[in-house]
Nanobody, 126 residues
Framework: QVQLVESGGGLVQAGGSLRLSCAAS????????LGWFRQAPGKEREFVAAMPWSGVSTNYADSVKGRFTISRDNAKNTVYLQMNSLKPEDTAVYYC???????????????????WGQGTQVTVSS
């Protein structure tokens, strides 16, 4: 089992930046992928970005490409989401999640993920 705790959310003006953190604890050696998802009020949870627990490949939703960057610090068991040029439509609760099994491609669907954090609110004002 893995515990995931997000932090770093808040209120920012459009065009601003935030960095989210996701600290993993527990059986982190069983993690294959870590991903970020978001859910706005009245909308379905959507994929934002993901990367393997080891390796350097990254995968982003088209809506955040060029603005968001996912990175990892294995020594700290932490994954980050650097969010730049934020837009009001980025407003959502952001969740990190982990995949606990080997998969052939980067998982981008929420049902592919095994463990979830509690979420952190990001609000972008216009």
């Amino acid at each position: 089992q893995v515990q995931l705790v997000e932090s770093g959310g808040g209120l920012v003006q459009a065009g601003g930046s935030l960095r989210l953190s996701c600290a993993a604890s527990g059986r982190t050696f069983n993690i294959y992928y870590l991903g970020w998802f978001r859910q706005a009020p009245g909308k379905e949870r959507e994929f934002v970005a993901a990367m393997p627990w080891s390796g350097v490949s990254t995968n982003y939703a088209d809506s955040v490409k060029g603005r968001f960057t996912i990175s990892r610090d294995n020594a700290k068991n932490t994954v980050y989401l650097q969010m730049n040029s934020l837009k009001p439509e980025d407003t959502a609760v952001y969740y990190c999640a982990s995949v606990f099994r080997r998969v052939p491609t980067t998982p981008v669907k929420s049902q592919e993920y095994d463990y979830w954090g509690q979420g952190t609110q990001v609000t972008v004002s216009s």
